[in-house]
């Protein structure tokens, strides 16, 4: 019976006594199980179909099977000389960007994941609550802004500095002015 919440690794198998896998229904490395006979094969490099084991009193016997595995997962019991399991479970490493992973065991509650580097991913520091996104640049994570007032505008602060909310120039903007730019931008 399958664990639950996983999916079963089925070989290719035939229930046909004396049933054996033509090398065309494997690729190299591949296994095959007939389940009537008890037997185990498996397509080598060279393009032939071996026995690799028999539970049969005349079949082959196995003299070392290991288990290589990637390194977000880990392997028990590898190699079986004799008899035995091979157990596969997590090892705590993550699954990496280029597997489908993010490459990460942690991140902060709060934050965004970004690209800081080509196929890295990081998370960010924790956001402002109702602060305004603005981009790091090309490795680092965004950021973002101090929570402004109601009376501050989102002011530039030059090239290369993080915009902060200020309260308006007295020369400069007028509070009409400000009130409009708040609520087109929902500040």
């Known amino acids: 019976m399958a664990a639950t919440n996983f999916t079963p ?3 290719y198998f035939s229930t046909t006594a004396a049933a054996t896998p033509s090398a065309g229904n494997l690729v190299a490395g591949e296994l095959a199980l007939n389940t009537t006979d008890e037997k185990l094969y498996f397509k080598n490099t060279a393009g032939t179909v071996k026995l690799l084991a028999s539970n049969a009193s005349t079949g082959a016997t196995v003299s070392s099977v290991a288990m290589s595995v990637p390194a977000f997962l880990s392997v028990a019991g590898s190699p079986i000389t004799s008899s035995g399991t091979l157990a596969v479970s997590l090892s705590g490493t ?3 960007v280029a597997n489908g992973g993010t490459g990460l065991t942690a991140g902060t509650s709060g934050g965004i994941l970004a690209y800081t580097a080509t196929g890295t991913l990081a998370s960010s520091a924790l956001l ?3 602060g305004v996104l603005y981009g790091g640049g090309a490795g680092a994570a965004p950021a973002a802004t101090a929570v402004g007032t109601a009376t501050h505008v989102l002011t530039s602060n ?3 500095v993080a915009p902060t909310f200020q309260a308006p120039a007295a020369s400069g903007i007028s509070t009409g002015k400000a009130i409009a730019i708040a609520m087109i931008f929902g500040f």
């Open 128 to 130: 402002t609550q109702y």
């Open 94 to 96: 993550a699954l990496p």
């Open 158 to 160: 030059g090239p290369g």
């Open 9 to 11: 690794i089925s070989l």
